[in-house]
């Protein structure tokens, strides 16, 4: 049987995830305007209920949200990962599971963070990724999604270091999440930092109230 691309991406994170956790786990707290749109994830989100970290790696971001004031949870398809993240968060939830299958009630969350987590799904997929998001979503509830940016009006996909990968036009991106009944609230794109080879894109939206 052919391996999916989510198993094919759980089984290359599982292969590097303490060297990621050594790479990354802090490395946001040096890339102000990451920084800056987590935080104002964090400022809009953090008495709405509970946030979930959807992709979260090996939880560095659900501890930084937590440390904002925001009840929020982890989730990754990765075994190594949910294990470093337990262990570096003793006490916070973390779940092994993909992003559409997290186990809450619909229409439960006041927000979800997917920083950089979309961009292993199939650009076919990808709506029924956003459905699910806005599923779980309370009305109103925010949505920040980190991602490579393409500067083509296609999906580009590129050689990521970990599992295949693509990069999206802001636009296109922002296009899925309207008619999935997202309203954009703000984006950014950023030109490569130090070490990296892509621009970087962030969208902030809000599950529409009607």
């Not at 209920?49 to 398809?77: I, K, N, Q």
């Not at 470093?84 to 439960?108: L, Y």
Request: net charge negative.
């Amino acid at each position: 049987m052919t391996a999916s691309p989510l198993d094919d991406t759980r089984t290359a994170y599982d292969g590097v995830a303490d060297l990621y956790a050594e790479l990354f786990s802090t490395a946001f707290l040096g890339m102000p305007l990451d920084l800056a749109s987590i935080n104002a994830f964090a400022q809009l989100t953090r008495d709405s209920g509970t946030v979930a970290d959807l992709g979260c790696g090996p939880g560095h971001l659900t501890g930084h949200l937590r440390s904002l004031g925001c009840d929020a949870f982890g989730a990754d398809v990765s075994a190594e990962m949910i294990r470093i993240a337990r262990a570096a968060h003793p006490g916070v939830r973390f779940d092994r599971v993909p992003m559409t299958e997290v186990d809450v009630p619909d229409g439960s969350l006041g927000g979800i963070l997917a920083w950089y987590s979309i961009i292993h799904t199939p650009p076919e997929e990808v709506p029924e990724v956003l459905a699910a998001f806005h599923r779980m979503l309370a009305p109103g509830g925010h949505l920040l999604l980190g991602f490579f940016a393409s500067d083509t009006a296609e999906c580009v996909p590129f050689d990521h270091k970990v599992a295949p990968a693509h990069r999206w036009p802001i636009d296109a991106l922002a296009g899925l999440l309207e008619k999935a009944g997202f309203t954009e609230l703000g984006r950014l794109r950023r030109e490569p930092g130090e070490g990296e080879r892509h621009r970087q894109g962030h969208l902030l939206v809000r599950k529409q109230t009607r």
